[in-house]
């Protein structure tokens, strides 16, 4: 079994899907977890999980968009468990399929804002956490398989954005591989989530006829990844951005 005992984790969009379910993992392995997003009484509730669990976790109100916010965040996380260990920049946002010419301005500002400048930030003060208690760490950011090829029309901002956060992933990887800090990227495929239930306009079993594993993904699916690239088994694993996709990209 996988371990995280005495580690502690930052997760961003904590409070559903892909997030709780990562968080929880966390705290099964042994990490105490800062959850991190904008619902208060989502992200108490995946904090009841958490020491359901059996572990230890804080919920942290928000907005990664905001340098002030993600800043107060990782002192938050340092102040209450003394340490900041793993991170997982999960917080993202979809926006509308629409084609592009259909596409506005503020869209565009929102979706970069949670999806990039979101991940730079984090990305930013963990690190700078991480580099001052000089013993490494490891980071993992949401990607999406949209971010190596679209996989149908529509979404063209998410995608553009899901494939800067690969390029932010794997220079930051480069820059502090030296210092003992890994950085990853996850690309989740079709998975069973309300942001696939959105883009589907609630049609996602659709996507089962595209996938080679006949299945929709589950939470649990890029959860026990993300866990094993944040673990001592992925040690030499720097700079990767994993698809979990049941094979749609091999397609």
């Known amino acids: 079994m996988t371990t995280l005992e005495n580690k502690v984790a ?3 969009g904590g409070t559903s899907g892909i997030g709780r379910t990562t968080a929880i993992a966390f705290a099964c392995a042994g990490a105490k977890v800062v959850v991190v997003g904008r619902r208060e009484q989502e992200g108490n509730e995946t904090v009841r999980l958490i020491r359901e669990a059996g572990s230890d976790g804080l919920f942290v109100q928000a907005d990664v968009a905001k340098e002030a ?22 917080a993202g946002m979809l926006g509308q399929n629409a084609s592009l010419a259909e596409q506005t301005e503020q869209a565009y500002d929102r979706i970069f ?14 690190i700078s956490q991480m580099l001052a208690q000089d013993n490494g760490g490891t980071i993992v ?3 999406s398989i949209n971010g190596f090829r679209p996989l149908a029309p529509g979404f063209s901002i998410y995608n553009a954005s899901k494939t800067a956060v690969i390029m932010l992933t794997k220079t930051a990887a480069l820059e502090y591989a030296s210092q ?9 495929g079709p998975i069973e989530t309300d942001m696939l239930n959105q883009a589907t306009g609630g049609n996602s079993k ?4 595209f996938v080679p594993a006949g299945r929709l993904g589950k939470p649990d699916d890029i959860a026990n990844a993300v866990v094993w690239l944040c673990s001592d088994s992925a040690d030499y694993v720097n700079g990767h951005t994993l698809a979990v996709d049941g094979g749609v990209l091999a397609a």
Request: aromatic share 10%; with cysteine.
């Open 10 to 12: 930052l997760v961003t």
């Open 69 to 90: 916010d993600v800043e107060a965040t990782v002192a938050a996380a340092v102040n209450k468990f003394g340490s900041l260990d793993i991170a997982f920049n999960n």
């Open 113 to 126: 804002a949670v999806n990039v400048k979101g991940v730079f930030l984090c990305m930013k003060y963990e």
């Open 141 to 143: 950011n949401t990607s």
């Open 180 to 188: 003992k800090i890994r950085i990853n990227a996850i690309a989740p």
């Open 206 to 209: 659709a996507f089962e006829n």
